[in-house]
């Protein structure tokens, strides 16, 4: 573990400070489950150069509540591994020196792990916003979008993301490390050659809206975007008109405008 950052760097400067994170959970519902494994790693950058300047913390974490034996399965954490192990609230500090030093979030579906930790550490995440998340699975989907699958494990196989990497898959620790090993392996692709090095351009290329071809929800779900927008207009005209659909939706929402030549 290396504590040589130097305290005096910034964004501006050309240098950025990211938090690759992984939580193992008590279950799948970002809004009820507690983390039983949490693994962070500060990692320093100029430009898109790893500098391999990092810090690590991780831990086995006993939940509030029993750990069900269907996350067990995924997770491999089992009640007897945690009942020696801290609770959340005891290792405040070990992540409070890591989050004020990070200007970037990073995680393979970011949002859930975030919506967990925010919920459990609110006074250590409510400084990050979406101008700081760097979510790995959605920057995959944006520059890999006809491959079938964009599980975090799936594109580990696919790109032989884990040579360097030691533990076990669907640990805290690994996950991230593995997070880390994505992002390095997508900043080498044409899509990001544009980005100069610049990761608030990274930020913007992934929050682009992504093309939506299959309606997920609805009477039409399961059907094709395109087929839907041509067989049945008047429904997407409804649609449109639905503010929660831009708010909740906003790919598919800009799909169908591009489809359509509706504007905003």
Known sequence: MSNSFDLFSSIDSGNARILFLDTETTGSDPATAEVCEVA?????????????EKQVFETLVKPSVPIPPEASAVNQISN?????????????????????QADYISAHNLPYDYTILKRQYPALFNRFDKSTYIDTLRLSRQIWQEIPS??????????????NIQGEAHRALFDTELVQSLLHFSLKQSSCSNLQNNWKSLVDFIVSPLEVKIFSFGKYRGNLVEDTVAGDPDYIRWLLRQKWLSEEHPDLYHTILSKTGAKK
């Open 80 to 100: 007897r591994m945690v009942s020696n192990s801290p609770a959340a609230e005891e290792f405040t500090e070990q992540i409070k020196n890591l989050t004020e």
């Open 150 to 163: 964009h599980a975090l494990q799936a594109l580990r196989y696919r790109f032989e993301l884990d040579q």
């Open 40 to 52: 962070f790693l500060l990692a320093e950058y100029s430009g898109f150069s790893f500098t391999g």
